[in-house]
Structures are given as structure tokens and as C-alpha cells.
């Protein structure tokens, strides 16, 4: 008998645990790959035309689809407010920017925006939002942080245009609105 062609059962033992480590490994990968589709197939819930880059930029820095949507929406509720009042084009424009954002009726989101479109939310959230910003900023590149300013101060001035100014005439844009439009650049700035 040829022991040369005789399977060596301790060469057999190493294969097997090389290759059950490397199926271990290939498995944690593909879900690993699938976690991450997820969490961007969530993000993009929130930002639905961000780059795929951007949305995993976002949830590398450790940001879930709850905190970019609280970023988006504190200051659009912030300038509906800003006259003391939320006109109902106003509303209207919030709730299409919300839905835009996955945050459909009936949905913990959804209850949050409309509790804040019936009753004003105090300073300490635009507060907590100014201090959020600056951190965010300085983890982000520079195209990042503009992509999102642009897109940030374009929805804000869409909700503060839909009152349409007084009786429709004039500027579309209260002072008031205006001032909170104005600190919000600065903030993004």
C-alpha cells in the first residue's frame, strides 16, 4: 500500500479548519455587506438623492437615519415657527418635506413633526441643533458639508416662502422667517 497517497488526517483536520475559518470570514463579510445596505437603504429613506458616498459617510460617523432626519426637520419647523404661527401652506410644505424623507403618517416621526407643528418647540432644540452642526462640520470634507447646507437651507426657504408673505404680497419671506433663515446659514456656515 502507497502511504504517500494515504490522506494525512492531521493535513485533512488543518484543511477543514482552514476552510470552515475562511466560510466563517466570506459569511460575516456578506452580512456585514448586507447590514450596510440596510442602514444606507434607511438613510436614503431620509436623503432620497444623496450619493451613495455621503449616505455611508453619514452612517460611518455613527448617524442613523433618526439624527440626519432631526437635523433636516428641526430647522424647517424652526422657520414655520418663526412668525409665531404655522400658516397652512407652511404645514403643507413641512409634511411634503417630511413624506419626501420616509416619515409617513402614523409613524413615531410623524407624530414628533406634527406635536411640533401644533405646539412651538422650546429654544433648547434649535440649541441642541446649533451645537450638533459644528461637530458634524468639522467631521465632514468640504463638498459634504456644502451638499447638505445647499439642500438644507433650499427646503428651509421653500417652507418659509409658502405663506406667501402678507396676503401674497410683497416679499414671500416674513422678517421674521428671514432672521431665522439668516442664523441658520450662519450656523451652516
Do not use: Y
Not at 163 to 184: C, H, N, Q, T
Request: glycine share 6%; aromatic share 4%; proline share 6%.
Amino acid at each position: 500500500m502507497d502511504k504517500s497517497r494515504t490522506p494525512n488526517p492531521d493535513a485533512r483536520s488543518l484543511e477543514e479548519a482552514f476552510f470552515a475559518k475562511q466560510d466563517a470570514l466570506l459569511l460575516e463579510k456578506l452580512r456585514k455587506e448586507a447590514r450596510q445596505k440596510e442602514r444606507r437603504r434607511a438613510m436614503r429613506e431620509v436623503v432620497p438623492n444623496a450619493p451613495d458616498a455621503l449616505l455611508d459617510r453619514l452612517l460611518e460617523l455613527g448617524l442613523g437615519p433618526e439624527t440626519v432626519l432631526a437635523l433636516v426637520l428641526i430647522p424647517l419647523v424652526c422657520v414655520a415657527w418663526a412668525d409665531g404661527r404655522i400658516e397652512p401652506r407652511e404645514r403643507a410644505a413641512l409634511l411634503k418635506a417630511a413624506e419626501e424623507r420616509g416619515v409617513k403618517e402614523g409613524t413615531p416621526a410623524r407624530r414628533l413633526l406634527e406635536g411640533w407643528m401644533e405646539r412651538q418647540p422650546g429654544t433648547h432644540l434649535l440649541d441642541a441643533w446649533k451645537r450638533f452642526v459644528p461637530v458634524l462640520w468639522g467631521r465632514l470634507e468640504e463638498a459634504e458639508r456644502r451638499a447638505i447646507q445647499a439642500r438644507m437651507i433650499e427646503l428651509a426657504r421653500g417652507v418659509a416662502e409658502a405663506a406667501g408673505g402678507f396676503l401674497g404680497l410683497g416679499s414671500k419671506i416674513s422678517p421674521a422667517e428671514r432672521a431665522v433663515l439668516d442664523d441658520l446659514e450662519r450656523t451652516l456656515s
